[in-house]
């Protein structure tokens, strides 16, 4: 005569569920391992090429609903940054970039944030509502591929002939304030300027 | 029925726990989808407590309604969570298509949209079966099985919070640091 074990039926079920959930997560984690160990060693392209024109880009600017074109530009250098406002690494960019230009380090540098949210979803971070930068969506989906944004926050350091200088991630003072220098690509060190002469620089780039 | 109604009950108190241990791993993207839905003259902590204790909050319910079987209050509660849920999902769909809704934190990439809203909605019909009568015999539960279903809950949350920080730290590899992925206009 053997033991008879009865499970209680409400045990029974939670068990069965419980049990698919941590299956689940274990195809999940397989899957995931997959990803990383197949991934290519090369990182995935974020940003326009280096070196190369920028491409064509007009926007729409959210404070008067205005087409605008950024891109080609011939009125100095240009420091586009991608992001949203619910992207909260993307705020941390738009908040230094604020404190950057408040403190004039982007002068002579047009600043601009290109948002891909609806213009209403500005109210839902205080960062962006509250920025003194300008804010536009772009007025076309067509030109965006070149600009590569697989992933937000991107930032585009456009020196005055439209070329791109610098672009990929930045969120830290430091790395937009790298931004902000790339887009003065005359090198002032190599022209043997000095300080002042760099400082010139920027002032002639505004007028060019 | 009742074998339904059970079967309903344990699911959804499963994947409570479940999208709550994944909303944890990444509360800063679900504060971000919170935010959607928070008046702008909020404090600025107010969405992230937000997002916490909604997070804290479907873990709590997942756990108690798994362990507690017999606690009659625990169905209707849930079920308002889930109504809440649906509501949720059709604002997000008429206000916010297409913006992620990180229901299960970085473990979904799925968005407001209108498959969203059949899924609250079929969560929603799952708590209304559960709250469907059941003979207290079958939801009998020793404390060695309550103390097991609560240590199961414990475990799920834990994995749904490996796997979504596995998932986050992959993307973020493949980009940015705490990236947005699709930006499209």
């Known amino acids: ?208 | 029925m009742t074998g339904v109604a059970l079967a309903c009950k344990v699911v959804i108190a499963v994947l409570f726990v479940a999208a709550g241990g994944a909303k944890l791993a990444d509360l800063a993207g679900f504060t971000a989808t919170v935010r959607l839905f928070v008046p702008a003259w909020t404090a600025s902590w107010a969405p992230r407590a937000i997002a916490a204790m909604i997070a804290g909050l479907e873990v709590l319910v997942g756990a108690a309604s798994l362990s507690s079987p017999l606690a009659g209050w625990l169905n209707p509660a849930v079920l308002v969570v889930c109504c809440g849920f649906v509501a949720v999902s059709v604002i997000g769909h008429r206000r916010y298509p297409g913006r992620a809704c990180r229901c299960f934190g970085a473990l979904s990439g799925r968005s407001f949209n209108r498959a969203g809203v059949a899924r609250a909605a079929l969560l929603a019909a799952g708590a209304v079966l559960a709250v469907w009568p059941v003979s207290p015999s079958m939801l009998q539960l020793g404390t060695l099985g309550r103390l097991g279903m609560v240590a199961g809950a414990a475990v799920i949350t834990w994995c749904a919070y490996t796997a979504a920080v596995a998932i986050g730290a992959g993307r973020a590899v493949s980009s940015a640091p705490e990236a947005q992925q699709g930006w499209v206009p």
């Open chain 1, 1 to 208: 005569m053997g033991t008879v074990i009865r499970i209680p039926v409400y045990l029974f079920a939670a068990q069965w569920a419980m049990l698919a959930a941590l299956a689940m997560f274990v195809v999940i984690m397989y899957r995931q391992l997959g990803r990383l160990l197949t991934r290519s060693d090369k990182a995935p392209e974020l940003g326009p090429a280096v070196g190369g024109q920028a491409a064509a880009l007009s926007y729409i600017s959210t404070a008067d609903r205005q087409e605008r074109q950024l891109i080609p530009r011939e009125d100095g250098p240009a420091l586009v940054a991608f992001a949203d406002p619910t992207c909260p690494s993307c705020e941390q960019l738009v908040g230094v970039l604020g404190e950057l230009a408040s403190a004039g380090q982007l002068d002579g540098i047009r600043t601009l944030i290109l948002i891909s949210d609806p213009p209403s979803y500005l109210r839902i971070s205080d960062v962006f509502s509250g920025s003194e930068l300008e804010i536009g969506r772009p007025a076309r989906s067509d030109g965006l591929d070149a600009y590569q944004v697989s992933a937000t926050p991107l930032l585009v350091a456009i020196d005055a002939s439209g070329v791109v200088r610098a672009a990929g991630s930045a969120v830290k003072t430091a790395e937009v304030r790298a931004f902000a220098e790339a887009c003065w690509p005359a090198a002032p060190e190599a022209a043997g300027l000095s300080a002042g002469g760099r400082q010139l620089l920027r002032v002639e780039g505004n007028v060019t």
